[in-house]
């Protein structure tokens, strides 16, 4: 009788998603990013809009901020200098065109899921499995 872990219980084909991060980006992403939102299903406003709102009413240098379009909020807003992404979440709304954006911190728990693996999984770089 096979037990749980067994090789003969095992799927003969698998695939797995992962995704790594270093605790340095994740303190960088904390300290340096913002996620904005339109709050609103209409989607006209594009990252290089949200970028010169920011710059222009932070008063920020172009090239120090990033921004692009972000899941499940609308946009993530990089900063070069974690006091202007404080800045930023100090303004909490920014007006763009004729709509407020809501500005709120990023954090890591709405983008990322734990899951405990029954099994342990080894991996070789450029081996295959029969």
């Given amino acids: ?14 695939s797995a ?3 790594a991060n270093s605790t340095m980006d994740e303190a960088r992403l904390l300290a340096h990013t ?18 010169r709102a920011v710059y222009s009413w932070l008063g920020v240098w172009e090239v120090d901020i990033k921004v692009v379009r972000h899941k ?5 807003i990089e900063f070069e200098r974690p006091h202007h992404r404080d800045t930023a979440l100090d303004l909490r709304r920014l007006p763009v ?5 809501r500005i709120m911190p990023w954090r890591v728990l ?9 099994h342990p999984v080894t991996t070789t770089q450029g081996s ?3």
């Fill in 110 to 118: 709405p983008y990322g899921d734990h899951y405990d693996l029954r």
């Fill in 34 to 51: 913002v996620v904005a939102c339109l709050c609103r299903d209409k989607d006209d406003t594009d990252p290089e809009q949200v970028k």
């Fill in 72 to 76: 499940p909020e609308d946009f993530l």
């Fill in 1 to 14: 009788m096979a037990l749980v872990g067994d090789l003969e219980l095992r799927p003969q084909e698998t």
């Fill in 17 to 19: 998603v992962g995704a």
């Fill in 97 to 101: 065109g004729n709509i407020d954006i």
């Fill in 128 to 130: 295959s499995f029969p």
